[in-house]
């Protein structure tokens, strides 16, 4: 009785603290943010009607936000804005969303136009989604971004227009001659630049010398295996210190996998790699090669993996293991594997990763979908269990982890031929009812992945 109460009074103890830290660095930082982004206010200027925009026509403002999404912009009021924003010559910094509008290829231009005579800018987000944009108008405004010299930070989203290869090879040597940006964004989901607009544009951008921060967004954009070229784009960005790349939903197998992995081991600075390639014809040949890169990052401390809708079985989380336990940076890990392939044996090379992975203190998975049967999931909870502060919510078979303070997943070493074993007397002493009950859900699994 007295070991149960020191065992909770040590467990007690060490979580006090590890909170207490853990709050006083998160009221410290929301603070510093609080008075960051509470001095920004005081500077901006914001705006919701574009109407009143060009009736106060306050030319000498150096920092403005003109939020007009859904609001209906003709070409005329864009052009209309741009000759406003034409005589602003000293703005720094610029937010500007015209959402959902139809400014097309002449509004497009017009905006080209001002920002070339807007020099002084440093910080510039423009939102030009649903715009019915073509490359004609891109590259008129990709001439304009192109004068902007001074500017440090770009976000830059193109969703949902008419934007091809063409387009994107123009944005991406526009934005090369930026040389001073460090943080960029750039989103052409739900566009037609395939694989080759893809590589044009990565190639352009590596010209930014002194980014350290990128973000591209693919998704929806017929991205394939025939031009594998963007792999060698992106060994160029050795200074990167965050990566973050969306090519959900396209039709990259696993050459362009393997492609995509080779080009992130000159990646080496990394501290953080976000890679989402949901929804694409990849299998363990892939996520293998995917996973291969990893070892190299010796600076990595936050990784997400985003593989759901592929075709990943044992072999790949068998990679996935020798990758992760030779990663010993990583202190935050989110990885989604739902409606993948997955069975006994891969559910197991998983937990045994993550039991030799002693720095993580953040991890979420989501394995919703995949072939593992019930009695071999619940074994991976007992483990996950065993963790100190380690929340685990279980739905079916989705698994959300957050971990605050990642300790002990006990996976011995030495068990692997013990389990494999075990699990093999468990499946000869199971009854003929759950045999056919596990038969009848790994086929309808197997209908709804192919």
Do not use: P, W
């Not at 306050?58 to 007009?68: A, F, G, P, V, Y």
């Not at 939102?127 to 019915?132: C, Y």
């Amino acid at each position: 009785m007295s070991q149960v109460f020191l065992y909770f009074q040590e467990l007690f103890l060490y979580n006090s603290i590890f909170q207490i830290i853990k709050q006083i660095k998160n009221i410290a930082k929301q603070t510093l943010e609080r008075k960051l982004f509470s001095k920004m206010q005081q500077f901006v200027s914001y705006y919701y009607d574009i109407q009143k925009v060009l009736e106060e026509n306050k030319t000498s403002e150096t920092s403005l936000s003109i939020d007009l999404s859904y609001k209906e912009i003709s070409v005329q009021q864009t052009q209309n804005l741009s000759k406003f924003l034409y005589k602003c010559k000293n703005i720094s910094y610029l937010v500007l969303s015209l959402l959902g509008n139809k400014i097309g290829t002449e509004g497009t231009k017009a905006l080209g136009i001002c920002l070339e005579n807007c020099l002084n800018i440093k910080t510039l987000v423009l939102t030009l989604g649903m715009n019915k944009i073509c490359d004609e108008g891109l590259i008129h405004l990709a001439k304009g971004l192109a004068q902007l010299k001074n500017m440090t930070y770009l976000a830059f989203y193109l969703v949902s227009n008419q934007i091809k290869a063409e387009g994107a090879q123009k944005l991406g040597e526009s934005l090369g001659e930026c040389s001073n940006l460090t943080t960029l964004t750039v989103s052409l989901n739900d566009n037609k630049i395939g694989f080759a607009g893809a590589q044009k544009l990565v190639q352009g951008l590596s010209k930014c010398q002194k980014l350290t921060e990128l973000v591209l967004e693919f998704m929806y954009n017929k991205l394939n295996d025939k031009d594998l070229s963007i792999g060698l784009a992106l060994q160029n960005f050795q200074q990167l210190t965050k990566l973050s790349l969306n090519a959900d939903k396209n039709q990259i197998g696993n050459l362009g996998a393997a492609a995509i992995g080779n080009s992130l081991v000159s990646l080496k600075n990394l501290s953080s790699l976000n890679l989402s390639l949901n929804e694409n014809n990849i299998d363990d040949e892939g996520f293998s090669q995917i996973c291969s890169c990893l070892q190299n990052m010796i600076k990595l401390q936050k990784l997400e993996l985003y593989f759901s809708y592929n075709r990943i079985k044992s072999e790949g989380l068998l990679a996935f293991h020798s990758a992760l336990i030779n990663c010993e940076t990583i202190k935050e890990l989110i990885i989604f594997l739902d409606f993948n392939r997955i069975d006994n044996e891969g559910l197991f090379y998983l937990g045994s990763a993550l039991s030799k992975c002693k720095r993580i203190l953040f991890l979420t998975i989501q394995l919703e979908y995949n072939y593992f049967d019930t009695q071999t999931l619940h074994k991976f909870k007992t483990q996950m269990e065993k963790s100190r502060s380690l929340l685990i919510y279980s739905f079916d078979l989705d698994i959300y982890i957050t971990n605050k303070n990642y300790q002990e997943l006990i996976f011995d070493e030495d068990d692997v031929d013990d389990y494999i074993s075990d699990s093999q007397s468990d499946k000869e002493s199971d009854s003929i009812d759950s045999i056919k009950e596990n038969n009848n859900q790994q086929e309808d699994y197997q209908s709804i992945l192919d």
